[in-house]
Every structure is written in C-alpha cells, then in structure tokens.
C-alpha cells in the first residue's frame, strides 16, 4: 500500500461577539501591537473575545473494538466540547474492527451512539487491515485489540500498515512495544507520525510520556513494581483463606482475570510489562526470555497467613536495573516484603511502580482501582500528544 503524504494543518484566528444583529464571527490577521491591524482591532472589535478556530477533524479507526475500545468512544464522546474549544480538535470514527465484526468503515463516520449500542448499520466491509485504512482515510489508529505475549502479532502489522499510510499509531497493546519498539519508532519518524503506547503499562497512567516529556537528562538506574492485578487479588484471597482455585475464580468474578489466567498467574503479563518499560525506558534490548521469571502458581495461604503474622506481604515484583557491566537484569517473581515496603501496600486492581534515578533515589507511582476510563484515558491523551505535535 502507498504511503500518503503526512497532513497538515491550516489555522487562523477569529474574534466573536455579539452585534446589533447578532453572534458574528470577525477574521481577520494577527499583527504585532504596533501594526496597523491591531490598531484596527482596538478601535472596531474591542468587545470581541479571541478564540482558536483551527478546528482540525481527524478520522479515527479502532481495532480491537471490545471493552476498552468502547470505553475510548464514551470518552470522546464525553471530552468532545473540551477537545474542540480547548485543543481545536474534532473528531469522526470512520473504522472499527475486531475479529469478530471484521474491517467496518463509514466514510462520514459512525455515530457514537450506535457504536456504544453495537450498531454497525449502513457499515462497508473491507477485505484487510489495508484496505480498511484507505477506505476509512484513517489520521490514527488506534490498536486495542489482545495481546500475544510471545509475538505481539497482529497488532505489530496492524501499526506498521497504520503508519505506512500516514497516520498515527496509539496503542494500548503491550506487544508492539516489547516485541517491535526500535522498528516502529523509526518507521513513524520516517513517516512524520507518532508510535505512542502509554495504556500499555498501568492503564495510562503517565509512566513513558514521564520520562520523555517532563525529566530530561536523567538517568533511570532501576524500577520495581507491582503491576499485575490478578495476581494481587490471588494473593489477597489466600491471605483470607480460599484455596488457589478460589481465588482465581474470584478474580474472573471481578473482572480483572480473564478466562484464562494463565499468563497473569505464570507471570507472564508481569514480564511482558517489564520488557516494555526496560526498553523504552533504559534501552535495554530485551527479550520476554531474559526476564526472570517465577509465577504465584503453587503458593499457599499458609505462607500468606505467615507472612501476615510477621508484618509482612507477599507480592508478585516485577523488576529491571543496571548492572555494573552495563547489562539490565529483569525480573518477576513473590517477594515477602516487609509492609514499610510501598509495594506491599497495594491491593486489589491497583497498581505501584517505584524508579531509582541519579536524582531522584525513590519516585512513586501509585495509581488506585483504575477502571477500563484510565486505559482509554491514555489512549486519548497519545492521540492529543501525537495531532498537536504534527
């Protein structure tokens, strides 16, 4: 498929306010305050209020169009007047896929409404992930679909055609991050687009845009954390006496294991998290093989009652940090930590990450019971991030 051309913005400014006749609109040009323009606008237009109107509307696509895609289009919808009065951006979904439903576009959108309802009437099908971005014209892609651990496929393919053909690419899929950061990264500055995942790692808690955004020219010695829900709500339940398979179903009950807990229970989920953060973040070049890692499967309630009685907590700790050769060392494996631990503390669908810096020796993020809104919170806040910086 042809890369299209990346797009750009036209803007100009309008002053509004009410006349004789009415609520008007005024255009004219910005000049500096000794300019002739100003002086006209001092004189004429002084009860006007100035107003950004560089209204851009961008074509969205989702893939992967389950729970958390249907918590990003309730967000949209709900942000909509904040996003076009504050940040001059409008929005259309012109794509949704899934499996299930196949390559949907609506050239003049789908109304939110009926995609919240599961309404896909008057839809075209596409026959592929490519013809599907050309037909929806899509400005960004947004990749939501599941994670596969070992390959990070498709969503890996989904990204580079989203690029390809000139547009973002805002993920909340962990595989692309692990399996494919340094590929995609380079591919989109190619392209003059965006490859930004911050819903891959704590529901979107600004954990990447952090580091690249706000702490220049520091170095990231090491980080911990806790960052698997699953696994904390296991070991709760052990700690108050149900047996493994108890807990388990107790977690499925919430929500927060899926039906099929395998990769959180094996620390597999733990581990995918940790390669992502240690590649963007340190530059580590690791694979899910070098990671470490030992599940919760086959502990006890007895060691949690033990642990409790001891003023302590099991939990399952992912961590990264550089060795003294320059190698980073991850892991994810139950720690007993001591309850002075900030790690030990969290509970529950929460969520903690402490990083060791040159300068800072401990930074904390906590972030406490996120709903499927935080993920999709991240997913918006890429997209403003990547359209404002194009």
Excluded at 22 to 49: C, D, E, M, Q, W
Excluded at 185 to 190: E, F, G, K
Aim: charged share 25%; glycine share 8%; aromatic share 6%.
């Amino acid at each position: 498929m042809a890369s299209r051309p990346p797009k750009r913005n036209g803007c100009r400014r309008r002053a509004t306010g009410s006349g004789i006749r009415g609520k008007f609109v005024a255009a004219y040009p910005l000049i500096s305050a000794s300019g002739t323009g100003a002086g006209i606008y001092n004189n004429r237009y002084s009860h006007l209020s100035l107003e950004n109107t560089c209204i851009r509307t961008y074509k969205l696509c989702i893939v992967g169009f389950g729970n958390v895609g249907r918590a990003l289009v309730a967000l949209l919808r709900r942000k909509e007047t904040e996003l076009r009065n504050r940040y001059g951006v409008g929005w259309r979904i012109t794509g949704v896929a899934s499996r299930r439903l196949g390559w949907l576009t609506a050239q003049d959108g789908f109304p939110p409404e009926k995609l919240l309802a599961a309404d896909f009437t008057g839809a075209h099908v596409a026959r592929d992930v490519h013809e599907w971005l050309r037909m929806a014209d899509a400005d960004t892609l947004f990749e939501v679909s599941s994670l596969q651990a070992a390959t990070g496929q498709p969503a890996i393919d989904h990204i580079r055609a989203a690029l390809e053909a000139g547009a973002h690419a805002i993920s909340a899929n962990k595989g692309p991050a692990v399996h494919a950061y340094r590929e995609l990264t380079d591919l989109a500055a190619a392209r003059e687009r965006r490859f930004l995942f911050e819903s891959a790692v704590m529901d979107g808690v600004p954990i990447f845009s952090l580091f690249r955004e706000t702490l220049p020219a520091i170095e990231l010695r090491g980080f911990r954390g806790v960052l698997n829900s699953t696994t904390n709500v296991v070991l709760e339940g052990l700690a108050a006496g149900m047996t493994f398979e108890e807990s388990v179903r107790q977690a499925q009950e919430l929500g927060v294991a899926e039906s099929d807990p395998t990769d959180d229970i094996e620390g597999v989920d733990a581990a995918v998290k940790v390669v992502a953060l240690a590649n963007v973040l340190m530059h580590a070049g690791l694979k899910l093989d070098d990671v470490n890692r030992q599940g919760i499967r086959g502990m006890t309630a007895e060691q949690l009652r033990e642990a409790s009685a001891s003023g302590e907590a099991w939990k399952l700790v992912c961590s990264a940090r550089r060795a003294k050769d320059g190698r980073v060392v991850a892991s994810v494996a139950p720690q007993r930590l001591k309850l002075s631990d900030p790690l030990a503390l969290v509970k529950g669908t929460s969520s903690v990450i402490s990083f060791e810096t040159d300068v800072f020796p401990e930074l904390i993020i906590t972030e406490q019971d996120p709903g499927l809104e935080a993920t999709a919170y991240g997913l918006l806040a890429d997209f403003l991030t990547a359209v404002r910086s194009s």
